[in-house]
């Protein structure tokens, strides 16, 4: 069965930690994404990557990087969390040209205090 | 751009009941649709998705979407709710020019009441 694994699926972190959410995938996909879910927002997508070492900012990057080091694994790091970024972390991925879909992980609920 | 529009964030109907989620969509080229579901603390699940061969599509757990370009919307039903089918659904619609990003919608909670 293919798989997007997140680390963890809840964290607590203090204001001003770097966080790191580790996001792998099984798959062989090209794209990776990284979104966050907030009620009544929907996903905003936050950065994305077509391929190794190549990531792309999306809708919200600001208080956000990433990296890709590897095809499989995807980082996002919040550089000095803050409490608006309490939040749901989702990790997706995909083949390229996404005809069939992304694949998401389980999801990370992020607190910040 | 492209961009869908989800009508109505809750959704609620009894069980055996038609379930039937709005979803529109702009494009200015042919567009693929999907749709998610998301169930309580986990990640979203590829319910269905169009891309351009038959217009009526059929997906996971009985559901279907009929893509009507007139009415450039992409409906999602079921003839008859289960408890199960309780949780949120989003539209999505791929992003044109680009080689896998797709925009959601703000989704619709779906509630099924006994």
């Known amino acids: 069965d293919v798989k997007v694994t997140q680390s963890s699926r809840y964290l607590v972190k203090r204001t001003g930690e770097k966080v790191f959410l580790e996001c792998v995938q099984d798959?062989?996909?090209?794209?990776m994404f990284w979104y966050r879910q907030d009620p009544g927002l929907g996903l905003r997508l936050i950065y994305f990557?077509?391929?190794?070492?190549?990531?792309e900012k999306g809708d919200i990057p600001e208080g956000y990087s990433v990296s890709r080091e590897k095809k499989e694994r995807f980082s996002l790091i919040l550089e000095s969390a803050s409490t608006n970024q309490t939040s749901m972390y989702l990790c997706?991925?995909?083949?390229?040209?996404?005809?069939?879909?992304?694949?998401f992980g389980s999801g990370t609920r992020l607190t910040v205090v | 751009a492209q961009s869908v529009t989800q009508l109505g964030s809750h959704v609620s109907v009894s069980e055996g009941a038609l379930v039937l989620l709005r979803c529109n969509y702009s494009?200015?080229?042919?567009?693929?649709l999907f749709w998610y579901v998301q169930y309580p603390n986990q990640g979203l699940q590829l319910l269905l998705k169009?891309?351009?061969?038959?217009?009526l599509v059929k997906g996971i757990n009985g559901f279907e979407a009929e893509f009507k370009k007139s009415e450039t919307s992409f409906h999602l039903t079921k003839p008859s709710a289960h408890m199960s089918d309780a949780a949120e659904y989003f539209c999505?619609?791929?992003?044109?020019?680009?080689?896998?990003?797709?925009?959601f919608g703000k989704g619709t909670k779906l509630s099924v009441k006994p």
């Open positions: 169009y891309t351009s061969a038959a217009t």
């Open positions: 798959m062989d996909h090209e794209n």
């Open positions: 494009s200015s080229v042919p567009p693929y």
């Open positions: 990557s077509y391929d190794v070492k190549m990531k």
């Open positions: 999505a619609i791929l992003h044109g020019g680009s080689q896998g990003n797709l925009i």
């Open positions: 997706a991925s995909s083949l390229w040209g996404v005809q069939g879909g992304y694949t």
